[in-house]
């Protein structure tokens, strides 16, 4: 197991200092999903509730919340992110939504938290924008689907590997 490096010596939380990294192009891509009543999936995709574009919505929610992960989360670092793209799956049969965010930056830290701060968000927001008419949803196993770049290099989360 990996060393934690946000505590110091006497086990106080720290900021990693990341000043001698190499800078390199990363990526990270995070899944979650909603599940929902069917009715509500189908208002949804019908555009028929009353706060406007569920998606529409969610998609910028988590956008602006992957730019701001590191004022929610207190040991991340401020980043220019490259990019980040937020990309909803309806699944009919099981009444449910699955969400993708993909954050791209080229810089001496990783983007995972970013990515995660993004799929959590717009499952946030698709939960406010629809719990009028559904109070059962619920927002799960929201994870780290895969990361590029830096020094530990590619990873893909193996239980994403079966699918």
Known sequence: MTDLTHFDDEGKA???DVGDK????????????VKMQAETLTRILDK???KGDVFGVARLAGIMAAKKTSELIPLCHPLLINSVTVE???????????????????GQTGVEMEALTAV????LTIYDMCKAVDK???IDNVRLVEKRG????????PGELAK
């Open 14 to 16: 720290i900021m990693v």
């Open 22 to 33: 190499e800078k390199t192009r990363r990526v990270a891509v995070a899944r979650g999903v």
């Open 48 to 50: 028929r509730l009353e």
């Open 88 to 106: 909803f799956s309806p699944d009919l049969d099981n009444a449910s939504v699955e969400i993708e965010a993909t954050v791209k930056v080229s």
């Open 120 to 123: 959590s968000v717009a499952g």
């Open 136 to 138: 059962t949803m619920t």
């Open 150 to 157: 830096g020094r530990s290099g590619h990873f893909i989360n």
